[in-house]
Nanobody, 115 residues
Framework: QVQLVESGGGLVQPGGSLRLSCAASRSIFSIQAMGWYRQAPGKQRELVAVMKSGDTTNYLDSVKGRFTISRDNAKNTVYLQMNSLKPEDTAVYYC?????????WGQGTQVTVSK
């Protein structure tokens, strides 16, 4: 079992930055992959960024060069640094952990990019 708690969402103007945090209830060393997904109103949930064992990362094409996923093993926390935000980045962002073949989700945090 893995509990995930996200934080860091909010309202930001276009071009601004936010950093999302996802605190896990167990050592992230033991988690095969951790990632961030997002879901905008009326759209399907999509993978934004993922970090796998060995620090391999993958990003949604539309966020490459703007978003960075990272982790702090000592804090059991994964981050998503989001720069140059656009209105189309507006969504609820969810943290995900793939642990022993089971997927766990956080409660989500709202990111709104608007003037």
């Amino acid at each position: 079992q893995v509990q995930l708690v996200e934080s860091g969402g909010g309202l930001v103007q276009p071009g601004g930055s936010l950093r999302l945090s996802c605190a896990a209830s167990r050592s992230i060393f033991s988690i095969q992959a951790m990632g961030w997904y997002r879901q905008a109103p009326g759209k399907q949930r999509e993978l934004v960024a993922v970090m796998k064992s060995g620090d391999t990362t993958n990003y949604l094409d539309s966020v490459k060069g703007r978003f960075t996923i990272s982790r702090d093993n000592a804090k059991n926390t994964v981050y998503l640094q989001m720069n140059s935000l656009k209105p189309e980045d507006t969504a609820v962002y969810y943290c995900n952990a793939d642990y022993l073949g089971v997927r766990f989700w956080g409660q989500g945090t709202q990111v709104t990019v608007s003037k």
